[in-house]
């Protein structure tokens, strides 16, 4: 049954093992995946990451061997990686206030709170901002799936990779780029068997606690 509602939407999703190979999609689908990460929030709004779509069926060969061989690397219709960057630093900030000064039209002096507390943020996480940087790409991830499959497009969230060798295929240490999630995109097989299993959750009376 094809999702009605939001919440239909999230029980008809499942992270899809066996992909139709001959389903792509659309343009427009695929500017709704594209659009659902760039639009994603992310704490501070510190946007560090790039996402890397994967069109070089060669390059998702290589990736999927990487990937212990698990099948929607190449089959499905895309491949994104969400690779947050390593680190960032005051030149980051300054180019990012000035966008946003030259889009609100406004002189970038205003925005000079802003600009203390993002770097502050990254002094206070010293050692760890790698790890801080690296959560936002969920954010991106979450967000991404849920829209997609309110539009019926599957979706495979994937971490079983081995990230040094992405890094490498892609070449992504020289950009100052760590391979961190999968997101591949596309349609279900008729034949996956994952999609008509009962979905497990843990009850809402064992997650959900009141103080
Ligand atoms: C961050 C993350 C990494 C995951 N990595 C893999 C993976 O490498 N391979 C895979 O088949 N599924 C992977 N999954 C899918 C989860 O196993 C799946 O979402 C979970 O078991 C719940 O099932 P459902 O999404 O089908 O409802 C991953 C999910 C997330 C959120």
Do not use: C
Not at 112 to 141: C, F, P
Not at 155 to 163: H, K, L, N, Q, V
């Amino acid at each position: 049954m094809p999702p009605t509602t939001t919440l239909q939407s999230m029980s008809w999703r499942y992270a899809v093992k066996k992909y139709d190979t001959e389903k792509k999609l659309t343009s427009e689908q695929l500017n709704l995946a594209k659009e659902s990460l760039r639009l994603s929030p992310s704490s501070t709004g510190v946007e560090a990451w790039k996402f890397i779509h994967v069109t070089n069926p060669e390059t998702r060969a290589k990736l999927r061997e990487a990937a212990y061989g698990q099948s929607p690397i190449t089959d499905a219709s895309d491949l994104f990686i969400l690779a947050p960057h390593k680190t960032i630093d005051g030149a980051f900030v300054d180019t990012k206030m000035n966008d946003i000064a030259t889009l609100r039209e406004m002189p970038v002096e205003n925005l000079k709170g802003y600009s203390d507390m993002l770097n502050g943020v990254i002094a206070a996480h010293g050692e760890n901002l790698s790890h801080w940087l690296a959560h936002q790409v969920y954010i991106a991830l979450g967000v991404a799936i849920a829209n997609l499959a309110a539009n019926q497009i599957d979706a495979t969230p994937m971490e079983g990779f081995d990230s040094q060798k992405f890094d490498e295929i892609l070449g992504l240490s020289e950009l100052g780029l760590h391979a961190q999630v999968i997101l591949a995109i596309g349609f279900r097989a008729d034949d996956d068997q994952h999609a008509t299993l009962p979905k497990y959750r843990r009850d809402a009376k064992d997650i959900f606690i009141e103080r």
